[in-house]
């Protein structure tokens, strides 16, 4: 089994579509919680940090529920910039390598 | 500000071919990570250094993957006798340093552009 677990997609939505990823963690240790967008071709970028009281920023909320080991990322609005590959990301306990999903592709289409 | 580096963006290797391939992080960053992307997957970590000590290697798939940060700052990661399975992006990350294991002091990680590595 996977350690980190996500849908890979795609996702194909029209502009204005609000879209929501969930992803599941093997690990109860686990220590800190991420989503990170990446481009065709590109590096990893972080998105945003989730915490177990939730956080948004802007368009973007993101939930976590340490008891079911799961996260999630909303995206209200969509924009056809935010077609890209969403990496849900965890850290154990006792380092800080990202231990990475194998993505969701979200495709924003006009 | 100059992001992490990487070079060379692309390479094509001969299999059995030994290859290098070079990080520059984020001046004065502590930390620095290599991980491996394959096509269609998450970057999986490979090793992490802290200046020049090389504190986990877990992530080294064989023995013919090395890596060093002699002066605490540039990295190279070696490949040696490449085989296919090594084609693959190869990424590099570097952190401020290491704030321990509370929830939202994770240093953020900045990547590089990554090097292509193809193998035939």
């Known amino acids: 089994r996977k350690e980190v677990e996500q849908d890979p997609g795609p996702f194909n939505v029209p502009e204005g579509a609000t879209v929501a990823f969930n992803c599941t963690y093997s690990?109860?240790?686990?220590?800190?919680f991420f989503w990170y967008r990446q481009d065709c071709r590109k590096e990893p970028k972080l998105l945003m940090s989730?915490?177990?009281s939730g956080n948004e920023d802007g368009r973007f909320t993101a939930q976590l529920n340490r008891a079911s080991q799961y996260i999630s990322l909303l995206i209200r609005d969509s924009k056809l910039s935010d077609s890209a590959t969403y990496l849900c990301?965890?850290?154990?306990?006792?380092?800080?390598?990202?231990?990475f999903g194998a993505g969701t592709i979200l495709r924003v289409k006009s | 500000g100059a992001g992490v580096s990487q070079s060379p963006r692309y390479k094509v290797a001969k299999r059995g071919q030994d290859v290098a391939l070079r990080c520059d992080p984020i001046?004065?960053?502590?930390?620095l990570f290599w991980y491996q992307q394959a096509l269609g997957q998450g970057p999986e970590f490979l090793t992490y250094?802290?200046?020049?000590?090389?504190?986990?290697k877990s992530g080294l798939p064989s023995d013919r993957f090395f890596a060093e940060r002699p002066e605490g700052s540039v990295s190279t990661l070696k490949i040696q006798r490449t085989q296919q399975e090594d084609s693959a992006v190869y990424l590099c990350?570097?952190?401020?340093?290491?704030?321990?294991?509370?929830?939202?002091?994770?240093?953020?990680?900045?990547f590089g552009p990554g090097t292509r590595l193809l193998v035939l």
């Open positions: 990350a570097s952190s401020l340093g290491f704030s321990g294991g509370i929830q939202g002091s994770q240093e953020t990680q900045y």
């Open positions: 690990n109860s240790a686990s220590q800190s």
């Open positions: 989730v915490y177990s």
């Open positions: 990301v965890v850290t154990w306990e006792y380092g800080n390598k990202l231990v």
């Open positions: 001046s004065g960053h502590v930390s």
């Open positions: 250094f802290q200046n020049e000590a090389q504190l986990d």
